[in-house]
């Protein structure tokens, strides 16, 4: 286990997603975002850091920021999942980059678990941030009384803002103003703004998210990341596989849940580092047991 200090860095978009690149023959790092910040701006100040590496491309997930589809409340797993497949497929075809899947949240279950279909040739690294599968399935017993306590109407989205980093969800209100004005949509009978996610209807796929999460995790054949909050997320599973040198973990301290937005530089940091540690780049990946790249 690794612990991560304060760290130096090295040196929107279409109806469904954003993309920011260095250029053409970088990376490719797959960002899918959580249920609470469920939009590619989450990582707008990380990827702002990335890109001068890697290429990122981020998406907002169905029913959040801009994307739009026939059943925004179908957010199993399943579907998730296959609009991530869909996305890579048409902005990439039969010729994918080198990719790592990075996810945080809810949306480091969607990477899991499009790692563990094992359809994506190049897959090169996958990154979780700050979910864990124990942990994550003992709140969602809770989940329902937070969704019915959380501030639901703002007179400006400045006040939506202010709430977010008073309330604890976010520590870096640079970050919150970029990422929370695109959580938010304007009621025209309430006259305020309103949460656009309507998470109180989509809780039978919950449990879905996290089940197994574990397993596919430690189960992926590639270079994995974990970047956590604090080490008590760990459940038995991870801590096994994480002794057994199975994954790299880092405890990114003095953040809160979301680490890419409370520290965006060093979060950019911990991802370059990984990429280099691993030698991920346009020539693919250099790992015994894993794919050869093409000559």
């Given amino acids: 286990m690794e612990t991560s200090g304060n760290l130096t860095p090295l040196s929107e978009e279409s109806e469904e997603q ?13 960002s899918n975002i959580p249920p609470r910040h469920p939009l590619q701006l989450s990582f707008a100040l990380s990827a702002s850091k990335i890109k001068e590496k890697a290429q990122v491309v981020a998406m907002d997930l169905r029913g959040h920021g801009k994307s739009v589809t026939d059943n925004d409340l179908d957010l199993s797993i399943e579907t998730l999942c296959a609009d991530v497949l869909a996305v890579l497929s048409t902005m990439y075809g039969d010729s994918p980059p080198a990719i790592v899947l990075i996810g945080h949240s809810m949306g480091g279950s969607v990477a899991v678990h499009v790692a563990a279909k094992k ?3 190049s897959l090169a690294g ?16 809770h989940m329902r009384k937070i969704l019915s306590s959380r501030s639901k109407h703002f007179a400006t989205v400045e006040k939506a803002i202010e709430w977010s980093v008073r309330g604890g969800s976010l520590r870096n209100i640079d970050s919150a103003r970029v990422s929370i004005p695109a959580t938010l949509k304007y009621d025209e009978s309430k006259q305020c703004y309103v949460h656009r996610a309507c998470l109180e209807e989509t809780e039978q796929y919950w449990r879905g998210w996290y089940e197994g999460l574990s397993e596919k995790f430690l189960s992926s054949p590639v270079p994995k990341l974990l970047l956590l909050a604090g080490t008590d997320r760990l459940d038995r599973t ?15 301290r003095h953040t809160g849940h979301a680490i890419q937005e409370d520290v965006p530089d060093e979060f950019a940091t911990l991802i370059l580092n990984f990429i280099s540690r691993n030698r991920i780049g346009p020539h693919g990946i250099e790992i015994p047991g894993l794919r050869k790249p093409s000559k």
């Fill in 18 to 30: 954003s993309q920011q690149s260095s250029s053409p023959s970088s990376n490719s790092a797959f």
């Fill in 119 to 121: 359809t994506l040739s």
């Fill in 126 to 141: 996958l990154i979780v941030v700050d979910v864990v599968e124990g942990t994550a399935l003992a709140s969602l017993v």
């Fill in 238 to 252: 991870l801590t096994i596989g994480q002794m057994q040198g199975k994954f790299q973990m880092v405890v990114v």
